[in-house]
Every structure is written in C-alpha cells, then in structure tokens.
C-alpha cells in the first residue's frame, strides 16, 4: 500500500502563488506517473498535470503556462508550483501516483482557494 500526504494548500489572492507537495510513502515500488486532479465544488474532478518518471509533463488547458508539476524521485514527492492562481483555480486538488503495476493510488486532498 501507498501513502500520499498533501500539503501546501490555503488561502490566496487572485494573483497569487501557492506550492503544493504530495510525498509517498508505504510499499513504493517504481512511480511511473504522479500528479494533481482537482475538483470544485459542484464539478467533476479534473486533470491538472501528470508528470513521467523521465521527466515529461502534461497540462490541461486550463493551466498550462501558469502551473509547473515537478517531481523528486529520491523522495519520492511531487511539487505543483501554481502561479497567477485565478478565482476559478478554486477546488481540492488531489494528487495521483500510478506505479509500473498499473496500481493507482490517491491523496487525501488539499484545499486551495483563490479569493479577494
């Protein structure tokens, strides 16, 4: 079993910046993919960012050019570095490990809101 602790989240202005961590610990064998989902209330949850183990990334839309998922493979962590946070990046983000068993595992979510 895998354990994945958020942490990072909060209060911001529109504007703003946050950095979000999810750290995995437990049985860990190889991560292939770690990432963060969101959801806002009333909303399905949503794709933010995948990272790979080699390094490559994936935005939605939504985000791209604001939002940087970086990883730590040593420490088993991932980053999400959110800048220009706008109201609507309002949710509880969650973050995603898939490892090379194909087995997926979930945080516990954060909550970031984006608010004057």
């Known amino acids: 079993q895998v354990q994945l602790v958020e942490s990072g989240g909060g209060l911001v202005q529109p504007g703003g910046s946050l950095r979000l961590s999810c750290a995995a610990s437990?049985?860990?064998?190889?991560?292939?993919?770690m990432g963060w989902y969101r959801q806002a209330p009333g909303k399905e949850r949503e794709l933010v960012a995948t990272?790979?183990?080699?390094?490559?990334?994936s935005y939605a839309g939504s985000v791209k050019g604001r939002f940087t998922i970086s990883r730590d493979n040593g420490k088993n962590t991932v980053y999400l570095q959110m800048d220009s946070l706008k109201l609507d990046d309002t949710a509880v983000y969650y973050c995603?490990?898939?490892?090379?068993?194909?087995?997926?595992?979930w945080g516990q979510g954060t909550q970031v809101t984006v608010s004057s």
């Open positions: 995603n490990v898939e490892n090379v068993y194909w087995n997926t595992y």
């Open positions: 990272i790979r183990s080699g390094g490559v990334t």
């Open positions: 437990g049985s860990i064998v190889s991560l292939v993919v």
